[in-house]
């Protein structure tokens, strides 16, 4: 599915769902949706202008391997398949945190 057909209001309902991320050759690991920001919107240009949407997403996976930040396919039954760019943003007794974040313009409603 194309990442920018996916609303905060789909990953939101995703919290807690396990992805399966590919990595090279044809291993994956798993990293866990933990939590999904409320997403913000906003118009840099004012009232006419575009609007545009802010919010983040952060996955844990587990703590004895470190993906790099890039691009990665992920896939859940419920989700299906879409590439997301992560960033390791920390590590917890429990794992590795990533985050994935987004600021884009909305469609037109016109």
Do not use: C, H
Request: net charge negative; charged share 25%.
């Amino acid at each position: 599915m194309p990442l920018d057909q996916l609303s905060f209001e789909d990953f939101a309902q995703w919290v807690k769902t396990r992805f399966r991320v590919a990595m090279a050759s044809e291993e994956s690991i798993e990293l866990e949706l933990v939590e999904a920001t409320p997403a913000r919107t906003f118009s840099p240009a004012g009232a006419k202008g575009p609007v545009f949407e802010s919010f983040s997403l952060i996955f844990l996976g587990p703590g004895n391997r470190v993906l790099p930040q890039r691009s990665y396919w992920f896939e859940s039954d419920d989700a299906g398949r879409f590439e997301l760019f992560i960033v390791p943003i920390g590590m917890e007794p429990k794992g590795i945190k990533y985050e994935a974040a987004f600021n884009r313009r909305l469609k037109d409603e016109s």
